[in-house]
């Protein structure tokens, strides 16, 4: 049997894992500071999901996933920082920044998608 594709459960692990990486940084300045951006977007694009499931219109759930794909933008740009800096670990860095990826990914075509539905 073929397991189902959990998009909800996906951006629970990045949530999660971000929040992993988060704790094996330091305490400098910047590092507290990345740390705080990181996990206040990697969770805010889960916790955003759930509100686009419970979307009261198309028009609601487009604006939703756009606020998920924001947050995951932003975790994108703050991991690129990270990368760019040298600070963490460069695995942990590279896989979270390969999620972020596809995850923006995967909302750009579904927002796109909703948009084409919307103007049927």
């Known amino acids: 049997m073929e397991k189902r594709y959990d998009l909800e459960e996906r951006l ?3 949530a999660g894992e971000s929040i992993k990486f988060c704790s094996t940084l330091g305490s400098s300045f910047a590092e507290n500071h990345l740390k705080g951006q ?5 969770t805010g694009a889960c916790l955003n999901y759930g509100e686009a499931q419970g979307a ?8 939703k996933n756009g606020i998920v794909l924001k947050e995951l ?3 994108r740009s703050t991991l690129k920082i990270l990368i760019y800096s040298d600070l963490g670990d460069a695995l942990s860095r590279s896989q ?8 923006c990914a995967i909302f750009g075509r579904i927002i796109t998608s909703a948009r084409k539905s919307l103007e049927q």
């Open 12 to 14: 629970v692990r990045f």
């Open 38 to 42: 990181l996990i206040r977007s990697a």
């Open 56 to 63: 009261e219109s198309k028009k609601d759930f487009i604006h």
């Open 73 to 75: 933008k932003e975790s």
């Open 96 to 103: 979270l920044l390969q999620e972020s990826e596809e995850l």
